[in-house]
T-cell receptor, first 111, second 113 residues
């Protein structure tokens, strides 16, 4: 039982490059989320989805895009990477009214 | 806006002692609260949750207390062990809020031998 799987685990990007952070879950959860965590800080919500085909902005959506074509997958896209996007990114999933299951994170550095 | 904050950023305890980590929340509409543990280099791990119709819930070595009057949440860890060393986050959500959790900044728990 894999839970929530994120790839890659680490990535270094140059300013202006783009990339997609992958997230997949095998628990048939309807809800999926993307958070970023800056050093010594809590988690801030970037985007979330309540089901396939439905996405919505969180607290810090600027510079990111998401899609939810299937229940299992919720990729996060960075179009023009900026140093301010250096962070650790966590994907999570849940059922309604329940706690989250988190992935192990993607550590992104933009130089 | 909604916010969840913690009173103590760092807590040091002796092995075997009890630990108490506190959290204040500001959204009176929040009705679901969770404590997460995050070890270095890992994602947050669910510890225990509580709904607003309860004021106490116990798990294995952990207890969560909820005081809705003063919007305060606490996590008690009994007989703290070295493996408990981590950052602990409280989080809150409310019914109808898309199941979105708002996280606090976190408290670093250090267990001294």
């Amino acid at each position: 039982n894999a839970g929530v799987t994120q790839t890659p685990k680490f990535r270094i990007l140059k300013i202006g490059q783009s990339m997609t952070l992958q997230c997949t879950q095998d628990m048939n959860h309807n809800y999926m989320y993307w958070y970023r965590q800056d050093p010594g800080m809590g988690l801030k919500l970037i985007y979330y989805s309540v089901g396939a085909g439905i996405t919505d902005k969180g607290e810090v959506p600027n510079g990111y895009n998401v899609s939810r074509s299937t229940t299992e997958d919720f990729p996060l896209r960075l179009e023009l990477a900026a140093p301010s996007q250096t962070s650790v990114y966590f994907c999570a999933s849940s059922q309604q009214g329940a706690g989250y299951t988190f992935g192990s994170g993607t550590r992104l550095t933009v130089v | 806006g909604e916010s969840v904050g913690l009173h103590l950023p760092t807590l040091s305890v002796q092995e075997g002692d009890n630990s108490i980590i506190n959290c204040a929340y500001s959204n009176s509409a929040s009705d679901y609260f969770i404590w997460y543990k995050q070890e270095s280099g890992k994602g947050p791990q669910f510890i225990i949750d509580i709904r607003s119709n309860m004021d106490k819930r116990q798990g294995q070595r952990v207890t969560v207390l909820l005081n809705k009057t003063v919007k305060h949440l606490s996590l008690q860890i009994a007989a703290t062990q070295p493996g408990d060393s981590a950052v602990y986050f409280c989080a809150e959500s409310f019914t109808g809020g898309g199941n979105k959790l708002t996280f606090g900044t976190g408290t670093q728990l250090k267990v001294e031998l």
